[in-house]
């Protein structure tokens, strides 16, 4: 089933085995509230400008932050984010049931799953005649009946399974994927609505790769140990699969080697994920008769009427060459392994929804991926369930007890802000000419955003048995694909969310020029009404910057103010665009997490989104700040550097390696340590403010700044 929209958050220094004590302008570590002291005479920098404002003084805790994360020991210069985050990960343990511990999205999630549990408890227990507490009882309650999902067994799936088992000619082949995807599995390859990239108002239907059971193409394809090992995982998951589904020990194996085999040649017509980041080379709008001349073996008018698309005719292809690649492949392939590999496809997809066996399997696989080492409780897999399934019924009562109207309010005061200093910042770039510019406050004064939580609530028309959990989740599955099905060849929606009110995130989307802040994410230590304006707007300031910046990084600058994929650049323009974009991947490409390198290609656009939210965040919370009537000192810490702090903060981590192993492989955002210090870096006002010398990790020589 797709995913909701992409987007955020979840992201070369190398310290010295004996790093330098902290410079003399650090505050000291009695926690006593003082002013900071002045820079030392042989700084290389110029004094910093001296307020006439009176200092107010406060603690850390009193401005929002953690005194108990800081590593006071670390140079701030030498590697900020172990300064800002070092207590935090010397004294943090990472649960076993979780992959990473965090100050912010995990941290925060936890918080909103407790609360979503409250309404989801007594939504099973004491619904009353509340329509929506009934629906969210139902579901929510199904899924914590262990003991029917585990007396049902395979039963949710056996029709799925009985298709799979008629397969034997490329019709049959066909009806069966149909019958996946209409229950959101999807085999084989990945489809849904999209904007026509041409002509952004128009939803059309979108043909991407997919159908493998890794996390990536290279996991099928690298010769090294930890891939190795991983592949090794995947093997014995495949057999456990087909075993539970009823096979014999030895065909399982046997079967689950042919699978591989078949998925590897998958991986092989695959883009890859750096690939994929190019937006014009994922536009290939073939249209209907397009798509089956490049996979011809495929019944196409069939697949399309089963997915209610009788009609469709415009359809845009990610990848013409992975298309003809599944078509030689559905011509060489025997029918046995094409079972064999729908078998898996579907056991893989339903094992969360299935009994005790399923998810102790999953888990075992999972734990090579991530380290992960147990489930979380049963609670949070159903809460989360929930969430994903009925979500606007969740985010109804989210809004009505956890969102107050500050919270929006100060959102939108902080995204106004950030648009008036890139308005500022656009004016006086100086390797962008004056057409170009021009172009882009048209682009930056139609960009929209949402707040907290969509104009109209979702309805969901579907019948929910208390006692079928399997049965509800695919009944979700089916009311989603129908309901994104049902897009395609209509105009856009342009207040249609990719995500839940709940939900720890938020994003940008191109084709809308739009960002979308979900109210799940606007608590501590993003956002809180009781921290300092510069601690907070270090966070979610950031984040909002970041999203900004999206709508003019190395992707969502192909793209117009309408949304449309559209060259808007002056040539040397882009030339000096494509330059500076080219220094941050190559920046990034030197740091290394778990003995794994970041992949600077993979996760240019973020990188430069952060790069610039820190800009955009810090003119923004200056100007907010410019007329206030004091100037507050939280523990020596000055207001600039409070900004700072709450940046890094927001990024305090501890990962498993597995985890981040994964993440350099797949993630388009960096490892959250350099999310932070390779954004600060390449920001010479984080330099001033802690008096970085010339050539100190934190103060490159030639720092790489895009926008």
Known sequence: MRSALPLILFAAACGSSQPPAAPATLPPTTGQAQVAPKPPADDDLPPLPVSSKPDTTKTLQAVGLDPDSLDRTADPCDDFYQFACGGYIAKTEIPADKPIAMRSFVDIGDRNLEYEKTVLETASTKPGNDAILKQ????????MDETAINKAGIA??????????????????????????VNGIDALFDMGSAQDSADARKVIADIEQGGLGMP?????????????????????????????????????????????????????????????????????????DGVTKAMPHFAWDAFWKGMGLGTVKEVTVGSPAFLAGVDTLIQKTPMNVWRDYLTVAVARSAARFLDKRFEDQSLAYGK????????????????????????????????????????KAAAEEQVHAIVAAMTANLGVLPWMDAETKKKAAEKL??????????????????KLDPKNYGANVLAARRFAIARDVAKIGKPVDKDDWGMTVPTVNAYYNPSLNGMVFPAGILQPPFYSVDAAVAVNLGGMGVVVGHELTHGFDDQGA??????????WWQPETQKQFQQRTSCVADQYSTYEVSGSKVNGKLTLGENIADIGGVKLALAAYRSLRANAPDTVVADGFTEDQQFFLGFGQAWCAKARPQYEQMGVATDPHSPAHWRVDGALSATPDFAKTFRCKAASKMRPKNACVVW
């Open 136 to 143: 969210l009882g139902a579901y929510y309650g199904s899924c």
């Open 156 to 181: 949710p799936i056996t029709p799925l399974l009985a298709s799979v088992d008629k397969v034997k000619d490329a019709k049959s082949l066909t009806a069966t994927i149909t019958l996946l995807h």
């Open 216 to 288: 990536d193409r290279d996991y099928y394809l690298n010769s090294d140990d930890k891939s190795k090992k991983i592949q090794v995982a995947y093997r014995e998951y495949v057999i456990a699969l087909l075993g539970d589904v009823g096979r014999k020990p030895d065909a399982a194996a046997k079967s689950a080697d042919d699978v591989i085999a078949f998925e590897t040649e998958l991986a092989k017509v695959s883009k890859t994920r750096v690939e994929q980041r190019d937006p014009k080379a994922m536009y290939n709008k073939l249209d209907r």
């Open 368 to 407: 090579a991926i991530t380290g992960m080492e147990q489930l979380p409780p049963r609670w949070k897999r159903c809460t989360g369930g929930t969430d994903h399934a009925l979500g606007d019924l969740l985010g109804q009562a989210f809004v009505r007890d956890r969102f107050g109207g500050q919270s």
């Open 445 to 462: 004064n139609a960009m929209t955003y949402q707040i907290g939580f969509p104009k109209k609530w979702l309805t969901y028309n579907f």
């Open 558 to 567: 192909q793209y117009d103010l309408d949304g449309n994929l559209k060259d």
